[in-house]
């Protein structure tokens, strides 16, 4: 499960940084700005562990649910 979710999370964070690399840098002339290719890699990065928890929490609440009463479920 772990190899395959590091995998997952690997493959957001490559196709997040290729499309703010698409979308910001090169529509923005800042193809070669080291600084912007820093901050689009913490974006990047950001999103596919936002995407990550998001699943893992579906996944906790699918396999827990029954267990848990409403007030120990996060929404």
């Known amino acids: 499960f772990f190899d395959v979710s ?5 493959s957001d964070y490559e196709d ?3 499309k703010l ?3 910001v840098l090169k529509s923005s002339g800042l193809v070669d700005d080291t600084d912007a290719e820093r901050t689009i ?6 999103s ?9 929490r579906a996944l906790v609440d699918e396999v ?3 267990y848990l009463t ?3 479920r996060l929404n």
Request: hydrophobic fraction near 35%.
């Open 16 to 18: 997040t940084y290729r």
């Open 48 to 56: 596919a562990k936002k995407e990550f928890l998001d699943g893992l």
């Open 41 to 46: 890699g913490v974006s990047a990065m950001d």
């Open 64 to 66: 827990l649910g029954s």
């Open 6 to 10: 590091g995998e997952k999370q690997i």
């Open 21 to 23: 690399y698409d979308e």
């Open 70 to 72: 409403a007030r120990w």
